[in-house]
């Protein structure tokens, strides 16, 4: 035991050294592989980001192009209760507007990318903030289609019903592309809505009317979506940038 003793009195800076080297070692590997984890999923995390940003383009393309159509049947359900209001209808407007009113929209919403993150379990590898908002953004996305459904639904149940019983022979020149397409190689004269008959129509002016307060809540909601979106992809780049 003296020996030994004396042998670590002697000996103690080799030792030091050798334990500090050891001690240096076991770390440098734990760093590594640490590094190395990182590294990975900062990578993992880019690839689902990515997918994300794409997802949010494709919804932003979609959500600029319902919000000018909904504008549209804004603008023309307030034309056509003008003309209630005026007695006063301009059949071509009536005709084309009804058809136009009668369009449904349906927002499609592309989230592969935010269901991969959320099944793969790695969620947590998006900032807390980041990852709330797109929770909140793929939320708002349902309340759109939500309301849509309701919108459509009453287009089918009400309003179609009615303008088709009662103003069929105009259908064919309602300003919608399917429709028209339909009828470019018919000879038979086209008639437009009687103004007399459609400014007496106290039922379709209701239906005008609830479809212009359909389209308006839905415009409110588009934008507002859009408005996320927005958002939404500047962050997502933000992180992407970050090293």
């Known amino acids: 035991m003296k020996k030994l003793t004396e042998n670590l009195r ?46 949010l383009a494709d919804d932003r393309t979609q959500l600029d192009s319902l919000i000018v159509q909904t504008e549209d049947v804004v603008r023309r359900t307030h034309l056509l209760i003008e003309s209630y209001q005026a007695q006063s209808v301009d059949p071509d407007l009536a005709t084309q507007s009804s058809g136009v009113i009668a369009v449904e929209k349906h927002f499609n919403g592309f989230r592969s990318g935010m269901d991969a993150l959320l099944n793969s379990g790695k969620l947590d590898l998006i900032p807390d903030q980041l990852s709330l908002n797109l929770q909140l953004y793929y939320e708002k996305s349902e309340d759109v289609v939500t309301r849509e459904a309701m919108s ?53 002016e209701t239906h005008i009317i609830i479809r212009n307060i359909h389209a308006k809540v839905e415009v409110e909601l588009y934008q507002k979506l859009i408005d996320q979106n927005e958002r939404l992809q500047q962050k997502i780049k933000a992180q992407l940038k970050t090293k």
Request: charged share 25%.
């Open 10 to 55: 002697q000996n103690w800076p080799t030792y030091f050294f050798e334990i500090l080297v050891l001690i240096i070692g076991i770390y440098g590997a734990f760093a590594l592989e640490s590094w190395n984890e990182d590294r990975k999923d900062n990578k993992q995390k880019n690839v689902y980001l990515t997918h994300i940003l794409a997802n």
């Open 152 to 204: 459509n639904e009453y287009i089918r149940d009400f309003y179609e019903p009615h303008v088709f019983e009662n103003y069929v022979d105009a259908f064919v020149q309602m300003d919608v592309f399917d429709i028209r397409q339909m009828y470019l190689n018919d000879t038979r004269k086209s008639e437009l809505i009687n103004p007399d008959r459609f400014l007496n129509d106290r039922l379709l």
